[in-house]
Protein backbone atom coordinates (compact mmCIF):
# COMPACT_ATOMS: atom_id res chain seq x y z
CA UNK A 1 0.00 0.00 0.00
CA UNK A 2 1.50 3.15 -1.32
CA UNK A 3 0.63 6.18 0.36
CA UNK A 4 -0.04 9.75 -1.49
CA UNK A 5 2.65 12.24 -1.28
CA UNK A 6 0.63 14.59 -0.26
CA UNK A 7 0.01 12.18 3.45
CA UNK A 8 3.67 11.35 2.99
CA UNK A 9 4.87 14.98 3.82
CA UNK A 10 2.19 15.30 6.32
CA UNK A 11 3.72 12.43 8.42
CA UNK A 12 7.06 13.78 7.41
CA UNK A 13 6.11 16.74 9.16
CA UNK A 14 4.60 15.42 12.13
CA UNK A 15 7.97 12.80 13.15
CA UNK A 16 9.91 15.90 12.70
CA UNK A 17 7.31 17.37 15.88
CA UNK A 18 6.94 14.09 17.82
CA UNK A 19 11.22 13.93 17.68
CA UNK A 20 11.15 16.97 19.94
CA UNK A 21 7.99 16.13 22.31
CA UNK A 22 10.00 12.71 22.65
CA UNK A 23 13.01 14.35 23.36
CA UNK A 24 11.39 17.14 25.86
CA UNK A 25 8.89 14.64 27.66
CA UNK A 26 9.76 10.88 27.72
CA UNK A 27 7.42 8.35 27.36
CA UNK A 28 8.90 5.96 30.05
CA UNK A 29 9.20 8.76 32.71
CA UNK A 30 5.28 9.37 32.45
CA UNK A 31 4.79 5.10 31.86
CA UNK A 32 2.59 5.51 29.25
CA UNK A 33 5.65 2.84 26.90
CA UNK A 34 3.39 -0.74 28.23
CA UNK A 35 2.03 -2.68 26.06
CA UNK A 36 -1.68 -1.80 27.59
CA UNK A 37 -0.99 1.33 26.73
CA UNK A 38 0.07 1.36 23.28
CA UNK A 39 -2.41 -1.81 22.43
CA UNK A 40 -5.48 1.32 23.60
CA UNK A 41 -3.85 3.68 21.80
CA UNK A 42 -3.50 1.55 18.48
CA UNK A 43 -6.77 -0.70 18.79
CA UNK A 44 -8.87 1.96 20.09
CA UNK A 45 -8.08 5.33 20.23
CA UNK A 46 -6.21 6.50 17.30
CA UNK A 47 -8.75 4.78 14.99
CA UNK A 48 -11.93 6.47 16.77
CA UNK A 49 -10.10 9.92 16.45
CA UNK A 50 -9.02 9.21 12.74
CA UNK A 51 -12.57 8.37 12.13
CA UNK A 52 -14.29 11.58 14.07
CA UNK A 53 -12.91 14.03 11.37
CA UNK A 54 -14.71 12.59 8.29
CA UNK A 55 -17.63 12.15 10.33
CA UNK A 56 -17.04 15.90 11.63
CA UNK A 57 -16.97 16.80 7.76
CA UNK A 58 -19.70 14.84 6.59
CA UNK A 59 -21.99 16.49 9.11
CA UNK A 60 -20.92 20.02 7.94
CA UNK A 61 -21.21 18.34 4.33
CA UNK A 62 -24.60 17.02 3.98
CA UNK A 63 -26.51 19.95 4.39
CA UNK A 64 -25.17 21.32 0.96
CA UNK A 65 -24.75 18.63 -1.23
CA UNK A 66 -26.05 15.08 0.58
CA UNK A 67 -24.83 12.80 -2.23
CA UNK A 68 -21.17 14.60 -2.56
CA UNK A 69 -20.97 14.50 1.21
CA UNK A 70 -21.73 10.78 1.38
CA UNK A 71 -19.29 9.74 -1.11
CA UNK A 72 -16.77 11.56 0.25
CA UNK A 73 -17.57 9.79 3.69
CA UNK A 74 -17.53 6.45 2.22
CA UNK A 75 -13.46 7.14 0.43
CA UNK A 76 -12.29 8.38 3.88
CA UNK A 77 -14.06 6.01 5.98
CA UNK A 78 -12.17 3.27 3.54
CA UNK A 79 -8.72 5.11 3.58
CA UNK A 80 -9.02 5.14 7.79
CA UNK A 81 -10.03 1.73 7.82
CA UNK A 82 -7.27 0.18 5.74
CA UNK A 83 -4.89 2.80 7.41
CA UNK A 84 -5.16 1.29 10.75
CA UNK A 85 -5.86 -1.73 9.73
CA UNK A 86 -2.09 -2.96 9.94
CA UNK A 87 -1.25 -1.58 13.55
CA UNK A 88 -4.14 -3.23 14.82
CA UNK A 89 -3.67 -6.72 13.54
CA UNK A 90 0.08 -6.24 15.42
CA UNK A 91 -1.36 -4.90 18.73
CA UNK A 92 -4.36 -7.31 18.62
CA UNK A 93 -2.06 -10.30 17.16
CA UNK A 94 1.08 -9.41 20.02
CA UNK A 95 -1.02 -10.68 22.72
CA UNK A 96 -1.10 -14.01 22.14
CA UNK A 97 2.73 -13.89 21.01
CA UNK A 98 4.89 -15.01 24.30
CA UNK A 99 7.77 -16.59 25.59
CA UNK A 100 8.04 -18.81 28.86
CA UNK A 101 10.70 -17.99 31.39
CA UNK A 102 9.21 -20.82 34.00
CA UNK A 103 6.71 -23.70 33.98
CA UNK A 104 3.42 -21.87 33.72
CA UNK A 105 4.73 -18.61 33.72
CA UNK A 106 5.22 -16.74 30.28
CA UNK A 107 5.42 -12.95 29.20
CA UNK A 108 4.94 -10.61 26.13
CA UNK A 109 7.57 -10.98 23.41
CA UNK A 110 6.01 -7.19 22.67
CA UNK A 111 6.62 -6.58 26.62
CA UNK A 112 8.67 -8.65 28.95
CA UNK A 113 7.05 -6.89 32.09
CA UNK A 114 3.54 -8.25 30.90
CA UNK A 115 2.60 -11.34 32.19
CA UNK A 116 0.57 -13.79 30.35
CA UNK A 117 -0.77 -15.01 32.67
CA UNK A 118 -2.06 -12.02 34.40
CA UNK A 119 -5.74 -10.88 35.23
CA UNK A 120 -5.45 -8.03 33.40
CA UNK A 121 -3.41 -9.21 30.58
CA UNK A 122 -6.57 -11.77 30.00
CA UNK A 123 -9.22 -8.88 29.51
CA UNK A 124 -6.82 -7.80 26.34
CA UNK A 125 -6.77 -11.40 25.30
CA UNK A 126 -10.63 -11.42 24.69
CA UNK A 127 -10.90 -8.10 23.43
CA UNK A 128 -7.75 -9.10 21.00
CA UNK A 129 -9.93 -12.20 19.98
CA UNK A 130 -13.22 -9.90 19.57
CA UNK A 131 -11.24 -7.71 16.99
CA UNK A 132 -9.47 -10.44 15.27
CA UNK A 133 -12.79 -11.98 14.74
CA UNK A 134 -14.93 -8.57 13.69
CA UNK A 135 -12.02 -6.42 11.99
CA UNK A 136 -9.15 -8.15 10.86
CA UNK A 137 -11.32 -11.09 9.30
CA UNK A 138 -13.93 -8.59 9.32
CA UNK A 139 -12.70 -5.78 6.91
CA UNK A 140 -11.54 -8.39 4.05
CA UNK A 141 -14.50 -10.64 4.37
CA UNK A 142 -16.93 -7.66 4.65
CA UNK A 143 -15.18 -5.48 1.18
CA UNK A 144 -15.64 -8.73 -0.65
CA UNK A 145 -19.50 -8.82 0.07
CA UNK A 146 -19.70 -4.99 -0.68
CA UNK A 147 -18.18 -5.63 -3.78
CA UNK A 148 -20.23 -8.52 -5.11
CA UNK A 149 -23.22 -6.68 -4.02
CA UNK A 150 -22.39 -3.57 -5.98
CA UNK A 151 -21.35 -5.31 -9.02
CA UNK A 152 -24.76 -7.39 -9.03
CA UNK A 153 -26.28 -3.64 -9.20
CA UNK A 154 -24.34 -2.55 -11.84
CA UNK A 155 -26.32 -2.05 -14.62
CA UNK A 156 -26.53 -4.00 -17.86
CA UNK A 157 -23.61 -2.58 -20.68
CA UNK A 158 -25.32 -1.78 -23.46
CA UNK A 159 -24.32 -3.56 -26.48
CA UNK A 160 -23.41 -0.44 -28.34
CA UNK A 161 -21.35 0.42 -25.82
CA UNK A 162 -19.56 -3.10 -25.83
CA UNK A 163 -18.95 -3.61 -29.40
CA UNK A 164 -17.03 -0.03 -28.98
CA UNK A 165 -14.69 -0.91 -26.44
CA UNK A 166 -14.30 -4.32 -27.89
CA UNK A 167 -13.24 -2.45 -31.24
CA UNK A 168 -10.92 0.23 -29.51
CA UNK A 169 -9.03 -1.73 -27.42
CA UNK A 170 -8.71 -5.02 -29.38
CA UNK A 171 -10.65 -7.62 -27.01
CA UNK A 172 -13.56 -9.80 -27.27
CA UNK A 173 -16.77 -8.45 -26.02
CA UNK A 174 -17.12 -10.45 -22.98
CA UNK A 175 -13.82 -8.42 -21.58
CA UNK A 176 -14.86 -5.70 -22.87
CA UNK A 177 -18.26 -5.65 -20.94
CA UNK A 178 -15.88 -6.51 -17.77
CA UNK A 179 -13.49 -3.32 -18.47
CA UNK A 180 -16.97 -1.40 -18.64
CA UNK A 181 -17.79 -2.89 -15.57
CA UNK A 182 -14.11 -2.01 -13.97
CA UNK A 183 -14.28 1.56 -14.80
CA UNK A 184 -17.70 2.01 -13.31
CA UNK A 185 -16.67 0.10 -10.05
CA UNK A 186 -13.06 2.04 -10.15
CA UNK A 187 -14.25 5.24 -8.77
CA UNK A 188 -15.39 4.05 -5.49
CA UNK A 189 -13.25 0.72 -5.16
CA UNK A 190 -10.33 1.56 -7.46
CA UNK A 191 -7.98 0.78 -4.39
CA UNK A 192 -9.36 -3.14 -4.10
CA UNK A 193 -9.84 -3.71 -7.63
CA UNK A 194 -7.52 -1.74 -9.90
CA UNK A 195 -4.56 -4.42 -9.52
CA UNK A 196 -6.60 -7.42 -11.08
CA UNK A 197 -9.03 -8.44 -13.97
CA UNK A 198 -12.68 -7.17 -13.87
CA UNK A 199 -14.21 -10.68 -12.85
CA UNK A 200 -11.48 -11.38 -10.05
CA UNK A 201 -13.05 -8.19 -8.19
CA UNK A 202 -12.56 -10.35 -4.57
CA UNK A 203 -9.15 -11.36 -4.89
CA UNK A 204 -7.65 -8.31 -3.00
CA UNK A 205 -10.07 -9.67 0.41
CA UNK A 206 -8.54 -13.63 -0.46
CA UNK A 207 -4.90 -12.38 -0.37
CA UNK A 208 -5.53 -10.38 2.63
CA UNK A 209 -7.33 -13.25 4.46
CA UNK A 210 -4.23 -15.45 3.12
CA UNK A 211 -1.42 -12.86 4.71
CA UNK A 212 -3.60 -12.63 7.88
CA UNK A 213 -3.23 -16.37 8.70
CA UNK A 214 0.37 -16.88 7.17
CA UNK A 215 1.53 -14.04 9.31
CA UNK A 216 -1.23 -13.21 12.03
CA UNK A 217 -3.31 -16.82 13.01
CA UNK A 218 -0.20 -18.98 13.54
CA UNK A 219 0.85 -17.03 16.28
CA UNK A 220 -2.16 -17.94 18.32
CA UNK A 221 -0.78 -21.39 18.80
CA UNK A 222 2.15 -22.67 20.52
CA UNK A 223 4.90 -21.78 18.41
CA UNK A 224 7.11 -25.23 16.95
CA UNK A 225 3.57 -27.20 17.87
CA UNK A 226 1.97 -29.82 15.25
CA UNK A 227 -1.19 -27.55 15.57
CA UNK A 228 0.88 -24.42 14.11
CA UNK A 229 2.49 -26.11 11.41
CA UNK A 230 -1.29 -27.41 10.60
CA UNK A 231 -2.41 -23.78 10.36
CA UNK A 232 0.11 -22.72 8.20
CA UNK A 233 -0.11 -25.45 6.22
Not at 73 to 95: A, E, G, H, K
Not at 197 to 220: A, C, H, N, Q, Y
Request: with cysteine; glycine share 6%.
Amino acid sequence: FQLPDMIKGIIASLSDVLSVVDFVMSAKCLGVDTFHYKWRLQVVIIPIAMMSIPLIIWVGQRKKDAATALANLRSQTFFVIFFCYPPICRYTFDVFITHQIAPGVSVLVADNRVLFEDGMNQAYIYASYVFILGFAFGVPIGAAALLLIEYRHLPPVEPVLNARVSEAFQISMDKASGAVNAIRMGDKYGFLTAAFKPKFFFTESLDMVRKLVLVGLIVMFQRGSVAQSMMSL
